[in-house]
Structures are given as structure tokens and as C-alpha cells.
């Protein structure tokens, strides 16, 4: 995700980003986008209407939204001059995409077609076509990007590319049946998890996190899987793994890693906990919340479902009940791994 948005209402998104390392420059890609959230930027209640199939069109021009590079900057001005250095120190498609995305997000459409033009990469086509778009004819540019998503049905850039020009357009019901294409097809890509968070511009970007009750000692995924396979009977282990994939973004195979531990240990509340976390719909939140309730009411003196329903809370933009949840927290566990988390969260809000 990219540089950040504007402030919208509700948790101050770069704080929460920093503590719980949502990847920086997807956020670029939602600019603008508050206008599908609802009015005081809390999720929308269910109710019997239907959302209108189109919206008013969106300012300037949709971004370019590439996964992040190394050392790459958020603010637009220092990321163009660092993708201009990028660009004439390593040549190649890789850093002229880059470069383009810098300057149309510096609002140059124009001097992005021109680093483009002499580039023989499929994407630079998709790049091209939205920096393009021209906000009084959208036309041209979606169906350029239409044509190239059709042509590249498995291309996560072109499709999501295209999700996010005819969002730009105000035609909202087709680029969210594209956005969730993209989504449905990659679920933990970049692309995938890029266009959940355009389907939810009102909850904050990524998932909630899961945080281990025990330090594991290290973060490696490889090892943390060698560890699990050498003692399939640990709980532990499994745990230890599962906490590991949740923060790699592989939320599937984190179900996975808690569905082995509680192979072994049926009642082992961390376990269920953060199958709950990695199970996080944005779609049905209500059911994650339905699961991690029973966990707070039956398990009162077990910090970690009253911690992860907090972050829970946080990303529906409920930072009041969180708030309290993470207070107890931290009250109740002073100098725990997890007490120690609630009071970094709490010192964020």
C-alpha cells in the first residue's frame, strides 16, 4: 500500500499501522475512497437497502499501485526522487514502474506515459493505460484496461488495475464485482488483499494481527515450520507457527497450524483464538466476533481472546470498547507478553 491517506475518521491509521506493520504502500491505493465509507466512518449497519451501482466520480487520477520496494518512501515527493535515482542507477522495467507510479501519484500522468513508452513489459501497458485517465473521459483508459484484463484474465495487475479506474469512473457495483474477483482469485497477495481493503475503504488496510502468548524465540517462518513438523504432538509448536503465518500474511495456512494444535490440545484457548484471527472475514466480521465473544465470557483470566477481540475492535473503527478491553488487559497482566501488548496499543491511542 502506498503513502498514506488522508486522516478519516475514526483510529488514527498511521499509528495503527506502525504497531501492527500494515505493509506501507497499499494505503495508496484506497486515496480517495472514503467516499464509499459511511458518513462518521464506522462500518455500516446492515439494513434493506441496496448500495447504488454508481458513485460520484473520484478526484485526479486512480494511482499505480505496485507492491512496495526496499527503502521506498511514503511521502509522494521524497518517493519520486528516490524512484528517479532507483530508475538511473538500476535500469529496467522494475524501476520505470516504479518511476511511473511516482509520478503519477506526483500528479504527472504525462511524464509517467513517457517513462513507459520505451518499456517492453506487459505491465507497462496496464501502467500506461491509468496513467492515461482522463477524469472528464474515462472511457478510453477502462476500456484499454478492460481489453488487457480480458486478454490476461490471471493477471492480478491488469484486473485490479481495472477494478480501480472504473471506481475512479463512479461505476461502483462493476469495479467492485472486479475488485472481488481479484480478491476471491489471490486472497493473500498484494492484489488480492489490495482490493479487500478498496471493498472496505471504511475498516482500516490489512487484517488484525495475532499476537503469541510466548515469545517462540524467533519469527522465522522456515524454522517455525521445521519446529512444528519435528513435534506434531507440541500445541505450542503449532501455535508458535500459526503466529509466524498470520504475520507473513498466510492466513490459510495459519487455520491450518491451529487446526493441529488443536488436534492435540481440543481445549487450547490460544489456539482457537487465533484461528479466529486468521479467519478474520472483512465481509462478516460479525463472525469472528460471534466466535471471540464466548472466548472473553468463558475465559476471563486468559489475556489473549480479551486482547485479539480488542484489535478485533479496532479495526471496526471502535477504538472506546477497545480501548477498555485492552485496559483490562494490561491491568490484569502487567509484565506478560501480552499485557505489555495491550499497554503499546493503548499508548498508541
Do not use: C
Not at 521445521?226 to 508458535?240: F, G, K, L
Request: cysteine-free; proline content about 10%.
Amino acid at each position: 500500500m502506498a503513502a498514506p491517506t488522508p486522516e478519516t475518521r475514526g483510529i488514527p491509521r498511521g499509528r495503527l499501522v506502525a504497531l501492527v506493520a500494515v505493509a506501507a504502500l497499499v494505503a495508496a491505493a484506497v486515496v480517495g475512497l472514503a467516499a464509499l465509507a459511511t458518513d462518521d466512518g464506522a462500518p455500516a449497519a446492515a439494513t434493506e437497502t441496496t448500495p447504488s451501482a454508481t458513485i460520484d466520480p473520484l478526484p485526479g487520477r486512480p494511482l499505480i499501485a505496485l507492491p512496495p520496494a526496499e527503502g521506498m518512501p511514503a511521502d509522494p515527493a521524497e518517493r519520486l526522487a528516490w524512484a528517479e535515482r532507483r530508475a538511473a542507477a538500476e535500469p529496467g522495467p522494475d524501476s520505470a514502474l516504479m518511476l511511473a507510479a511516482a509520478q503519477v501519484a506526483a500528479g504527472d500522468g504525462a511524464a509517467a506515459q513517457a517513462t513507459l513508452a520505451a518499456v517492453d513489459d506487459p505491465r507497462a501497458a496496464v501502467a500506461s493505460a491509468l496513467a492515461g485517465y482522463d477524469p472528464a473521459d474515462p472511457a478510453a483508459a477502462i476500456d484499454r484496461l478492460r481489453d488487457l484484463a480480458d486478454a490476461a484474465p490471471e493477471d492480478a495487475f491488469a484486473r485490479f488495475s481495472h477494478g480501480v479506474a472504473l471506481l475512479w469512473s463512479g461505476r461502483r457495483a462493476d469495479a467492485e464485482a472486479e475488485l472481488r474477483a481479484v480478491r476471491d482469485a489471490e486472497p493473500e497477495g498484494f492484489y488480492g488483499v489490495a482490493a479487500d481493503d478498496l471493498l472496505h475503504p471504511q475498516l482500516p488496510p490489512g487484517y488484525p494481527p495475532f499476537i503469541p502468548a510466548e515469545d517462540a524465540g524467533t519469527e522465522d517462518p522456515d524454522a517455525l515450520a521445521e519446529r512444528a513438523a519435528a513435534n506434531p504432538n507440541d500445541p505450542q509448536a503449532q501455535v508458535a507457527y500459526g503466529a509466524a503465518l498470520i504475520a507473513e500474511g498466510r492466513r490459510r495456512e495459519a487455520v491450518t497450524a491451529f487446526d493441529a494444535a488443536l488436534a492435540v490440545d481440543p481445549g487450547l484457548v490460544e489456539a482457537r483464538v487465533g484461528r479466529i484471527v486468521a479467519g478474520f472475514s472483512k465481509d462478516e466480521p460479525a463472525v469472528a466476533f460471534g466466535q471471540m465473544g464466548p472466548l472473553v465470557r468463558d475465559h476471563p483470566a486468559n489475556p489473549s481472546p480479551r486482547l485479539h477481540l480488542a484489535l478485533m475492535l479496532l479495526w471496526l473503527r471502535d477504538p472506546d470498547t477497545a480501548r477498555a478491553q485492552l485496559r483490562q488487559v494490561a491491568e490484569q497482566h502487567p509484565g506478560t507478553r501480552l499485557g505489555d501488548a495491550a499497554e503499546r496499543f493503548l499508548a498508541a491511542l
